[in-house]
């Protein structure tokens, strides 16, 4: 099964500011998700990264606000912009026909 | 209708009990179905799949899954104090994105 690498682990920004995550995986995959996970809920998707074509969104999320690239086979970097508290959430890539996760992105915003 | 629905918790069980999870799902053509253990602030850990209608132990470990009833259960045998923490169900129907459930977190008393 593949290796799944996410950075950073965590991180406290400001209000207002952006952070990328990225997501590695040790092998070619076809599809990449992007999960998050606010305080005290489960997981949600947020959007589907497919390599060659833009970003799959679910219900409620968008691109402006969350930006993913999907540079390769092997990659996917998701950006969270104009952040607000409400945006603190561990965030979690996993990948097509795999049910695991990497290590999660746990961002604080204050 | 949640497409994932697990038992309300929390749920405490003594140490070297049985702790009994459920969950049910709405997706009739939902093929894979998943366990996940997750500690505070840690990503969710993969601890069961299951496939095929049945029972699939592994260690202290037992999954059920009836897809007529769209039924799966998680059993925890022996309880210990490590096994405290929230216990996630996710679905995966035809496309290979994950539903989660709400989760139900386990207490073990020592």
């Known amino acids: 099964s593949a290796v799944i690498s996410q950075k950073p682990s965590r991180d406290i920004c400001q209000r207002g500011t952006s952070l990328t995550i990225q997501c590695q995986v040790d092998s070619q995959v076809t599809m990449m998700f992007w999960y998050r996970q606010q305080p005290g809920q489960s997981l949600t998707l947020i959007a589907t990264?497919?390599?060659?074509?833009?970003?799959?969104?679910e219900s409620g999320f968008v691109i402006d606000k969350f930006p993913i690239s999907r540079p390769n086979l092997t990659f996917s970097t998701l950006t969270v912009s104009n952040m607000s508290p409400e945006d603190s959430s561990i965030y979690l890539c996993?990948?097509?026909?795999?049910?695991?996760f990497g290590q999660g992105t746990r961002l604080t915003v204050v | 209708q949640k497409e994932v629905e697990q038992n309300s918790g929390p749920l405490s069980v003594p140490e070297g009990a049985i702790a009994s999870l459920n969950c049910t799902y709405s997706?009739?053509?939902?093929?894979?179905f998943f366990w996940y253990r997750q500690y505070s602030g840690k990503s969710p850990e993969l601890i069961m799949s299951?496939?095929?209608?049945g029972d699939k132990e592994d260690g202290r470990f037992t999954a059920q899954l009836n897809k007529a009833s769209q039924y799966v259960s998680l059993l925890i045998r022996d309880s210990q104090p490590s096994d405290s923490a929230t216990y996630l169900c996710a679905v995966r129907p035809h496309d290979y994105k994950l539903s989660f459930g709400a989760g139900t977190t386990v207490t073990v008393r020592a």
């Open positions: 996993s990948v097509d026909g795999q049910a695991f």
């Open positions: 990264a497919n390599q060659g074509s833009e970003a799959t969104y």
């Open positions: 299951i496939y095929s209608n």
């Open positions: 997706d009739r053509g939902s093929q894979s």
